[in-house]
C-alpha cells in the first residue's frame, strides 16, 4: 500500500494512478494535525488495513497529476541518519564503526518543495540518496532477528548536508539539520510491497543527469544490524524514520536552479528544487569523478559566489 499526503494534507492511497481520499475512514483516530493522523495510523494499522485496502470501491480519487503531494509523514518523532554505512563499491576495505546521527524532523519537506541552500559558509551542499525505514511499532533493544518486525514501511529520503561548517571538529547537528534539508516522498509505502528491502537500487539525477546509482546490498551495516544499534540507544517509536546511508561517489554540489529527483526501486519518484539565494557555483564533478581526476580536496571547490576562494 502506498500512503501519501495531498492538497491541504488530505490522506490518501495512490493505486494505478489515481489518488483515493481515505481520510474519513481515518479521521476519528486521535490526533492534532496531519503529522500524528499519519503516526495514529501507523500505531492502529492492523485495524484499519482492510477498511483502506477496500478504499478504491468506496472513496473518491483523482488522478494524481491533478493534486500537489505533500510528505508522506510530515514531522517524524526522530530521524536517526547511519553515517558511512556503504562500502562504496569496494572502495572501503572494510566497514566503518557503525555510527549515526540525529537530523531535525523540522527538516522535512516534500516533492515539488523547495531545498534553500543557507547563507553560511559551507565549502559545498550536497543531497545524499537513502533508503529511509519507518518504524511501527515500539522498539528498545530490539534483536537481529526481530528487527524486521518493528518495521512499518519505506521511503525515499534525501540527507542534506552543508559540509566543512566552522569550527572545525563536530558539527553535525549545523550540517544536517537545516531548514528544507531531508526531502520525502512521493510515498510511504507499507513493508508488505518491498519484500528485500536489501536488495533495491537507488538512483539520484540532477538536471536529467544520473548522479547516484547503487543497491542497498553495499551497506556495510544492514538493516537488522542499524535497528538492533539504534534501540540500544534509544526507544524507537511508530513514526521515527532511520535513513539507512548513502553511496558517496556519486555526490555533487547542489546549487541554484537545480532539479532533482530521486528513486529507490519500489517507492516512487521524489522531485525537488534548489534555492540558493546568493548564486554560488561549483563544479558538476562528483565526489569520485573528481578523485579520478587527482584533484585535491575531498569535494569539488566552489567556483564563484560568496565564500569562494578564488573567482574563476
Known amino acids: 500500500m502506498k500512503l501519501l499526503y495531498f492538497d491541504d494534507f488530505r ?16 479521521e476519528n483516530l486521535p490526533h492534532s494535525g496531519p503529522h500524528d493522523l499519519i503516526i495514529g495510523l501507523i500505531k492502529a494499522f492492523p485495524d484499519y488495513r482492510d477498511k483502506l485496502l477496500g478504499a478504491a470501491n468506496t472513496c473518491p480519487s483523482k488522478p ?5 503531494i505533500r510528505p508522506p509523514l ?6 536517526d541518519c547511519m553515517a558511512v554505512n556503504y562500502m562504496e563499491d569496494g572502495r572501503l576495505k572494510e566497514p566503518a564503526p557503525i555510527n549515526g546521527f540525529h537530523k531535525a524532523s523540522s527538516a522535512i519537506i516534500g516533492p515539488g518543495d523547495t531545498m534553500v541552500l543557507p547563507d553560511v559558509p559551507a565549502s559545498i551542499f550536497e543531497g545524499e540518496a537513502e533508503l529511509g ?12 532477528d526481530k528487527a524486521y518486525d518493528h518495521i512499518f514501511g519505506y ?18 547537528f549545523q550540517m544536517k539539520s537545516r531548514d528544507t534539508f531531508a526531502p520525502i516522498g512521493p510515498f510511504l509505502v507499507t513493508a508488505d510491497e518491498i519484500p528485500d528491502p536489501q536488495n533495491l537500487q537507488v538512483r539520484l539525477w540532477v538536471n536529467g543527469n544520473l548522479k547516484q546509482d547503487f543497491n542497498t546490498d553495499d551497506m556495510a551495516h544492514d538493516i537488522p544490524s542499524c535497528i538492533e544499534w539504534l534501540s540500544s540507544i534509544h526507544p524507537l517509536e511508530p513514526g521515527d524514520l532511520i535513513a539507512t546511508g548513502t553511496n558517496h561517489g556519486g555526490l555533487s554540489g ?15 519518484r521524489l522531485e525537488f528544487d534548489i534555492r540558493d539565494d546568493l548564486k554560488r557555483t561549483w563544479s ?26 578564488t573567482e574563476t
Open 133 to 144: 525505514i519507518v518504524i511501527g511499532k515500539p522498539a528498545k533493544n530490539v534483536a537481529r
Open 155 to 172: 521511503v525515499n529520503f534525501i540527507d542534506g548536508s552543508a559540509r566543512d561548517l566552522p569550527p572545525a571538529g563536530n558539527t553535525f
Open 254 to 268: 547542489f546549487q541554484d536552479g537545480d532539479e532533482v529527483a530521486m528513486e529507490v526501486d519500489g517507492l516512487g
Open 64 to 68: 494524481v497529476n491533478e493534486v500537489r
Open 11 to 26: 490522506l490518501g492511497i495512490f493505486e494505478d494512478g489515481q489518488v483515493y481520499d481515505v481520510t474519513s475512514i481515518v
Open 284 to 309: 558538476r564533478d562528483t565526489r569520485l569523478e573528481h578523485t579520478e581526476k587527482g584533484l585535491p580536496g575531498r569535494f569539488t571547490p566552489q567556483l564563484t559566489g560568496k565564500y569562494a576562494k
Open 74 to 79: 510530515p514531522k517524524p518523532g526522530n530521524i
